[in-house]
């Protein structure tokens, strides 16, 4: 089964400074990774994705994360936070559910606040 | 290309009551999936439509059950609603095992 532990409920950080929202998986298979962010009252939005190839995965709006399977890590940055990235964030990892079915499991996430 | 609707937006129901909950998939996506996240938590996997058939569900009881329809799009019904039900439904659709894209929710709440 597969799992994913978000450290830090909730981070600030200055507008400007660096983002590091942290991510740990647990999976008995090659994993597929995945973050996603959440505004107030809305649903998610894909930010990136690992699926096996690169390492260092590309996003929307800046982001990045690095995948490192000997720290089981797939940690998300942004070198510079912007009072728009100010949201939720959720680390995921896709695992098979049976019956040809793939399941997304979620962390607890993280709540990013961006101080002006 | 159009992207993941739901409806209604928000509902108050009764405990005991039944609910249905609507989610239109992206174009072009066959599978869609149903997540419920409770108020501070992530979303948990409730169940997952393939070409109309159940093919995996998570760790919740019968009374949640689903369809989906020929053209992709979807329904949740959740019979006997209990005050934990409370919470924002969300659908996801994808291309058989390719990544999610989220609806923007239904926001149930149950009194």
């Known amino acids: 089964a597969q799992s994913v532990t978000q450290l830090g409920s909730h981070v600030s950080v200055s507008e400007g400074a660096l983002v590091l929202l942290r991510c740990n998986y647990s999976s008995s298979v090659p994993p597929y990774l995945f973050w996603y962010v959440q505004y107030p009252n809305q649903g998610l939005q894909l930010l990136l994705k690992?699926?096996?190839?690169?390492?260092l995965v590309k996003g929307i709006n800046g982001f990045e994360a690095e995948f490192k399977k000997s720290e089981t890590s797939f940690h998300l940055t942004k070198p510079s936070a912007h009072m728009s990235d100010a949201a939720e964030y959720f680390c995921a990892v896709m695992g098979y559910s049976g019956a040809g079915s793939y399941q997304l499991t979620f962390g607890k996430g993280t709540k990013l606040s961006v101080i002006p | 290309e159009t992207g993941v609707t739901q409806s209604p937006t928000h509902l108050i129901k009764t405990r005991g009551q039944q609910v249905t909950l609507r989610c239109s998939s992206q174009s072009g996506h066959n599978t869609v999936s149903w997540y419920q996240q409770a108020l501070g938590q992530g979303p948990q996997f409730i169940f997952q439509y393939y070409r109309e058939e159940e093919n995996g569900r998570g760790n919740f009881p019968p009374r949640f059950s689903g369809l989906q329809f020929p053209n992709y799009s979807s329904e949740l019904n959740v019979n006997a609603l209990e005050l934990d039900d409370s919470a924002l439904y969300l659908c996801?659709?994808?291309?058989?095992?390719?990544?999610?894209?989220f609806g923007p929710g239904t926001r149930l709440t149950v009194t």
């Open positions: 690992y699926t096996s190839a690169a390492t």
């Open positions: 996801a659709s994808s291309l058989s095992t390719s990544e999610q894209y």
